[in-house]
């Protein structure tokens, strides 16, 4: 079979190359390879055909784009984890501009905004403070890794380059004591097996770690023991807990959670100059961004942007523990927090209470379900006391009080409901944190439609040597200039 050559001329939402086939039948059609950077020109084999394109995989680089560097981790090529390593960090933060620049033009049509260059990380590796690594078992022998891409195949690696070092040596530790103790690993096909998963976080600001287990059943065998050896081998582990996930589910963490040893979160320490410095108290099921030190930069820009005043409200939509919330309460008269998850929410509360902050609310449910009642007055606020917060203090439709929203929903965007009802709170400004842009150009087409328009875009790079994106956008009301 003739070799099929195609030039590569950008990069996707997904990392892939975009080119075009250069010559036979499929000339000039659309190509997306994998690993390849723009200005390559590569052979490749087909690996599937849809209508108006193609994917391959390449066989062979006939001629070397600008900005190809060499991986830094053995199994770049073959792990799921991140697929940008093989390009100049340069390289990615410019294309991740794009990425932005791309998503909004085709889903959104906006084409008049400046998408300002993307914020360098200040760590490109081991910056990862969580880690999730599934364990499986090939010829009889524990192997745990990262899937392969788009795949539950487990490439065996112990030794992201991704993960902060102290998260990576939690996942060592506890992989040899699953081979020592002869756990038998998880497996997807038969359901049968106990370990699925193990689970690390650091909070790089205080050196606090974490290890979870994630298993198949309600008990490891000589849990204590197991608990105890792991915290006398590794220094700060302030935390050991089970999960116990016994659905046939691709979701890594159960609903329920053990603690063997230690206490059941980890603190860190975030913040800036600009910001202060808070304190934050993290459990297993709880959000925290993985890239704590570009997380105070999302944080800075967000608040920035958001112009935050004394007299001010402040809708945190989406909390999780309550970092934006909490930041935000310093700057303004009042803060709020909305978020689904019962631990994070809790770990808000406690939180507030551990930083001394008192002008917050925090509010557990869906945003598009609390919002609305809010607005209508269907619901009230307490502040941390428990003390009802007036409804003439809270903004909203009707209320002379201004305010602020800032939301930072998960990859999937927000609900149309919970936009419509942050529309009618009719704050002075609406701040979207976003790490999708796809999603994110979805939502500025329902915003658009409320009477919103985007004013300010600011991508930062929360996740170098993947194509992942943060987006800081902020929305003005289009009658205001
Ligand atoms: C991207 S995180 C942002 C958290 C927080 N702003 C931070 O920086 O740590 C999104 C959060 O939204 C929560 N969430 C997801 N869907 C939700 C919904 N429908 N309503 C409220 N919270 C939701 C998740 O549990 C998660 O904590």
Redo the contacts with the bound molecule.
């Keep these: 079979m003739s070799a099929n050559r195609a030039q590569v001329t950008g990069l996707n939402h997904r990392g892939e190359g975009v080119g075009r086939v250069l010559s036979g039948p499929d000339k000039g059609l659309v190509v997306f390879l994998e690993s390849t950077v723009p200005g390559d020109v590569v052979e490749y084999v087909e690996i599937e055909r849809s209508k108006g394109y193609l994917r391959g995989r390449v066989t062979e680089i006939l001629e070397h784009g600008p900005g190809r560097v060499t991986e830094p981790c053995r199994v770049a090529r073959e792990c799921g984890g991140c697929s940008w390593q093989h390009l100049d960090y340069g390289l990615q933060l410019e294309w991740k501009r794009r990425i932005v620049e791309e998503a909004f033009a085709r889903i959104a049509k906006i084409r008049d905004l400046e998408i300002r260059p993307c914020l360098p990380s200040p760590k490109i590796l081991g910056y990862r403070n969580k880690v999730e690594v599934p364990v499986t078992e090939r010829d009889g022998r524990i192997v745990a890794g990262f899937y392969r891409p788009y795949t539950h195949q487990v490439v065996a690696s112990q030794n992201c380059l991704l993960e902060h070092p102290l998260a990576r040596e939690v996942v060592s530790e506890m992989v040899n004591l699953i081979r020592a103790r002869k756990y038998r690993a998880y497996n997807e096909r038969t359901g049968r097996g106990l370990v699925r998963h193990v689970v690390s976080r650091v909070a790089p600001g205080t050196g606090e770690r974490m290890a979870v287990l994630v298993i198949n059943g309600r008990t490891v065998p000589g849990e204590a023991t197991l608990a105890r050896e792991l915290t006398e081998r590794l220094p700060g582990l302030v935390s050991v807990a089970l999960n116990i996930n016994m659905e046939r589910t691709n979701v890594i963490l159960g609903k329920t959670v053990r603690v063997i040893g230690g206490k059941p979160y980890i603190e860190d320490v975030l913040g800036s100059e600009r910001l202060g410095h808070l304190k934050f108290r993290i459990s297993p099921h709880?959000?925290?961004?993985v890239n704590s030190e570009q997380?105070v930069r999302?944080?800075e820009e967000a608040l920035d942007e958001a112009g935050i005043g004394p007299d001010d409200i402040v809708y945190?939509?989406?909390?999780?523990?309550g970092?934006?919330t909490l930041f935000a309460a310093r700057r303004a008269y009042q803060a709020v927090g909305?978020?689904?998850?019962a631990p994070?929410v809790k770990d808000a509360w406690k939180n507030a209470e551990i930083n001394g902050i008192e002008n917050v609310s925090f509010i557990e449910?869906?945003?598009?379900r609390?919002l609305p009642a809010l607005s209508q007055g269907r619901l009230g606020l307490r502040d941390p006391r428990g003390r009802q917060i007036r409804a003439a203090n809270l903004g909203g439709p009707g209320s002379a009080a201004s305010g602020v929203v800032i939301l930072?929903?998960?990859r999937g965007g927000a609900?149309e409901r919970?936009l419509t009802a942050i529309s009618k709170f009719n704050p002075r400004s609406i701040v979207y944190?976003s790490?999708n842009p796809a999603t994110l150009a979805r939502d500025l087409i329902a915003l658009d439609a409320l009477g919103w328009r985007p004013t300010y875009c600011q991508p930062i790079d929360m996740f170098p040597m993947t194509p992942h994106v943060e987006t800081v956008v902020l929305m003005s009301r289009k009658e205001d200039k």
């Design positions: 709880s959000f925290y961004q997380a999302l944080y945190d939509v989406y909390s999780g523990i970092t934006i909305i978020e689904e998850i994070a449910g869906q945003a598009e609390v930072d929903p998960p609900d919970a944190v790490c």
